[in-house]
């Protein structure tokens, strides 16, 4: 079992930044493939990064590619998202998830964990 709390979201004005938190816990986290969705109102999950923990492989989704990023704490078992430049378009519940297996995979039917998630809203 692994267990993911979000933290960091908020309200933010276009053009500004905010960082998320995701707490990992419960199993040893070098197995894992770290990723970050985001749902929108009216919207399909979509994928925005990820990273394998052990090697601190990266992979984004096109939309925020240049104004996200994704790192991880190995000391703190915790996975950020920078994001600057926010959009109003980026504005979403943000989930942190992960996955068994070094394979970097943007598809949400591949993660094993969630966490709760935490809205971040981006106003013009």
């Known amino acids: 079992q692994v267990q993911l709390v979000e933290s960091g979201g908020g309200l933010v004005q276009a053009g500004g930044s905010l960082r998320l938190s995701c707490a990992a816990s419960g199993r040893t986290l070098s197995s894992l493939t770290m990723g970050w969705f985001r749902q929108a109102p009216g919207k399909e999950r979509e994928f925005v990064a990820a990273?394998?923990?052990?090697?601190?492989?990266?992979n984004y989704a096109d939309s925020v590619k240049g104004r996200f990023t994704i790192s991880r704490d190995n000391a703190k078992n915790t996975v950020y998202l920078q994001m600057n430049s926010l959009k109003p378009e980026d504005t979403a519940v943000y989930y942190c998830a992960a996955r068994l297996g070094s394979s970097i995979y943007s598809d949400s039917t591949d993660y094993n964990y969630w966490g709760q998630g935490t809205q971040v809203t981006v106003s013009s």
């Open positions: 990273i394998r923990w052990s090697y601190g492989a990266t």
